[in-house]
């Protein structure tokens, strides 16, 4: 009986290791089998050491006069004359707006100027009599007096007549909107039946003499900015790069989010083909900057390279045993196709530039001949 139990222990510990044997070659045999994976065809670069003698900046083309066209009256507007997109002319008519009501009140105006005026001749006359009767001594200073302040009175209220109808005339003006200056219709805030409210602007013209563009500094940079510095401009949309100037520079941020407008001239060759709104990048020749150049030098890499995942940024390097591997990477400005990295990349590493197939941490890669 002891022999038999034995036996039967001695047969269980055996089904144990062969058990123990058998996963032990299966795993082997996953690893050899990943291991096998074939190798993802990557190409390669090397990061990008550019000396920045300037300072990077970003804005929007606009045209150098905008005019909102409105109305110092209240009315209904009649007729609205030129639609978003047209040319105009100095002084062309644009809208009309509804003048019944500054029409009752010249009338009114009209009105109070004929009274008077017939009171002001009933005070002439009696100032005129009682001159003479006070030359003849046939009439006392004190009545005299008494008509010349009545006289006086009269020129006075014809007078303010008069000014009340001018003040008519001058409102009446602002009921026919034209244009200060040839330009291009570029918004159509109201149309015909709206009513046209004082200062409210019905059209919005464009003059059709030249662009600049309007760009924000940072504080850290705005001191470093002088007027006349050149400006390296580059407008990808119409694939225009040209040479322009700072003209102006706003001394406060206060309405502008924490940033410093500038504006930056646009030679009037350069107009042919732009259109107000363009973004355009700005690299500004600043004489100011101190710094050594060594301490300007950034490290660019292609934007096609970076890996976003969540709120993080990346891009894939090779390790040492041949496999991709993922390096988080912290980005700074961003110039043209190529963006700033400000920290995880050495200058001169090499990176993962595209891949013939998915990239995963450890996936063995192979580096592509370049021609």
């Excluded at 000396?51 to 990077?56: D, E, L, P, R, V």
């Excluded at 030129?82 to 100095?90: F, I, L, S, Y």
């Excluded at 993080?312 to 045993?321: C, D, H, K, V």
């Amino acid at each position: 009986m002891k022999l038999l139990t034995q036996s039967v222990i001695f047969l269980l510990f055996a089904a144990i290791l062969v058990t123990i044997s058998s996963c032990t070659s299966k795993d082997k045999g996953a690893k050899t089998l990943q291991n096998s994976s074939p190798p993802v065809p990557v190409t390669v670069a090397s990061a990008g050491v550019k000396a920045s003698n300037g300072i990077q900046a970003s804005g929007r083309l606009e045209a150098t006069e905008t005019a909102n066209i409105s109305t110092r009256v209240m009315g209904y507007i009649i007729k609205l004359n030129v639609k978003v997109g047209d040319k105009v002319q100095a002084g062309q008519v644009l809208a009309t707006i509804n003048d019944q009501e500054m029409s009752a009140k010249r009338a009114q105006a009209d009105a109070m100027i004929a009274e008077a005026s017939a009171s002001l001749e009933s005070a002439q006359k009696d100032y005129n009599r009682f001159t003479a009767l006070y030359g003849q001594q046939s009439a006392s200073a004190k009545e005299l007096d008494n008509v010349t302040l009545q006289y006086n009175s009269a020129k006075a209220r014809v007078e303010a007549a008069k000014q009340m109808r001018n003040e008519v005339s001058a409102m009446m003006r602002y009921t026919t909107l034209t244009a200060p200056f040839s330009g291009t219709v570029i918004q159509r805030s109201a149309e015909p039946g709206t009513l046209a409210s004082p200062g409210m602007p019905v059209l919005t013209i464009e003059k059709n003499a030249g662009y600049h563009i309007k760009a924000a500094i940072p504080e850290t940079e705005i001191s470093k900015i002088r007027l006349k510095d050149k400006v390296q401009i580059d407008i990808k949309s119409a694939g225009r790069m040209f040479e322009g100037f700072i003209t102006e520079i706003n001394p406060s941020s206060q309405l502008s989010g924490g940033q410093y407008m500038v504006k930056i001239s646009v030679p009037e060759k350069e107009n042919k083909g732009l259109y107000s709104g363009m973004y355009v990048n700005a690299l500004i020749e600043s004489t100011q900057n101190t710094q050594d150049a060594t301490d300007n030098e950034r490290i660019l890499v292609p934007l096609s390279a970076i890996i976003h995942k969540d709120q993080l940024e990346g891009l894939y390097t090779i390790s040492n045993t041949g496999t991709a591997l993922l390096r988080w990477v912290r980005l700074g400005k961003t110039s043209g196709e190529n963006v700033e990295v400000l920290s995880g990349l050495n200058p001169s590493e090499q990176f993962i530039l595209k891949a013939d197939g998915k990239l995963y941490n450890g996936v063995p890669v192979i580096v592509k001949e370049t021609k």
